[in-house]
């Protein structure tokens, strides 16, 4: 098993090789939302829990189990440790920026599917702030980007991916902590 993370590149070769119609970013967004969510599945069921299927009729596997397990191991050791450079999995710096902005809009639209499959109810248990970065994750799923062609272009996206990255934590975090009983054990 490598050591390195999986690259935009490596997942988005897989998934056009496997002819999947999913997009790389899309797929990590799917998984992150359904983490951060409080899904429930496991490395090696995920795919199929977000309603995805790596498997053909016929018993074909489409797309490689350890890419897929893979995948939700970096995915979750980046939600779970803060001090791991989470981001999105977008194309890289050198793609031009309406490819990067589209994916990251795919990211979203990712993001917000796998939340809602995780299958739990978070609207009584989040947080106001919670809450909005959720519609806010719906705002920029439902965007088209206009672009200037300039610096500003670069870095407003840099930091919609910098919000992302902050909400993605967040959510996690707050679907995730253990709830306060009130009890303290001496």
């Not at 490598?2 to 997009?23: H, K, V």
């Not at 965007?143 to 909400?167: H, K, S």
């Not at 993605?168 to 306060?180: I, K, T």
Request: charge should be negative; glycine fraction near 10%.
């Amino acid at each position: 098993m490598p050591n390195t993370a999986i690259s935009y590149s490596e997942l988005d070769q897989a998934l056009a090789q496997a002819r999947t119609g999913i997009g790389a970013s899309d797929l990590h967004g799917s998984l992150t939302g359904y983490l951060c969510g409080g899904g429930d599945a496991d490395a090696q069921h995920w795919f199929d829990a977000l309603e995805l299927s790596h498997v053909e009729d016929d018993g074909a596997v489409v797309l490689p189990g350890a890419l897929l397990e893979r995948l939700y191991r970096d995915c979750a050791a980046w939600l779970s440790d803060p001090e791991i450079a989470f981001e999105p999995l977008l194309p890289a710096a050198e793609a031009s920026l309406e490819a990067r902005a589209d994916a990251l809009i795919e990211w979203c639209r990712g993001f917000l599917g796998g939340f809602g499959l995780a299958g739990k109810n978070p609207s009584a248990s989040l947080s106001s702030d919670a809450r909005e970065i959720l519609t806010d994750f719906g705002t920029i799923a439902a965007t088209r980007f206009d672009y200037a062609g300039n610096e500003d272009d670069e870095t407003a996206l840099a930091e919609v991916i910098e919000f992302l990255r902050i909400g993605a934590l967040l959510l996690h975090a707050e679907m995730h902590a253990v709830p306060d009983t009130g009890i303290t054990l001496h």
